[in-house]
């Protein structure tokens, strides 16, 4: 049974790879303990994702905090989080025990860089 749970995870994985924009992802469980992270191009230190993984667990728990306070069920449940900055987009999405979080380029970033690439 656990192999078979692997093999989705990979395949899961191999799945967000193919998608346009994709940086990095990090699994995590609930605890914080970063269970499996790569990057694109550079790797990423392990200290990154540790740090990652405890930053978006405090936003998770927060965000759910926070919106089971302002609404009544069934709307006041978080699924996911969508963070977009500057630099690039982070979702993060808690299920059961364990929290994904991917990260990749903003596309409308990368949008506005082509523009300014053409009217230079």
Same mark, same amino acid.
């Given at each position: 049974?656990?192999?078979?749970?692997?093999?989705?995870?990979?395949?899961?994985?191999?799945?967000?790879?193919?998608?346009?924009?994709?940086? $990095?992802?990090?699994?995590?469980?609930?605890?914080?303990?970063?269970?499996?992270?790569?990057?694109?191009?550079?790797?990423?230190?392990?200290?990154?994702?540790?740090?990652? $993984?405890?930053?978006?667990?405090?936003?998770?728990?927060?965000?759910?905090?926070?919106?089971?306070?302002?609404?009544?069920?069934?709307?006041?449940?978080?699924?996911?989080?969508?963070?977009?900055?500057?630099?690039?987009?982070?979702? $993060?999405?808690?299920?059961?025990?364990?929290?994904?979080?991917?990260?990749?380029?903003?596309?409308?970033?990368? $949008?506005?860089?082509?523009?300014?690439?053409?009217?230079?």
């Amino acid at each position: 049974m656990q192999s078979n749970q692997v093999n989705e995870v990979e395949e899961m994985v191999k799945e967000l790879k193919k998608n346009i924009g994709f940086k $990095a992802y990090i699994i995590l469980n609930n605890d914080g303990i970063v269970i499996k992270w790569e990057q694109v191009d550079v790797p990423m230190p392990y200290e990154v994702a540790v740090q990652h $993984a405890h930053l978006v667990l405090d936003l998770c728990s927060k965000s759910k905090k926070h919106i089971r306070e302002l609404f009544d069920p069934p709307d006041n449940d978080v699924e996911n989080i969508r963070l977009r900055t500057d630099d690039y987009e982070l979702i $993060a999405a808690q299920h059961g025990h364990f929290t994904l979080i991917v990260i990749q380029e903003d596309p409308s970033m990368k $949008a506005k860089t082509d523009d300014e690439e053409e009217d230079m």
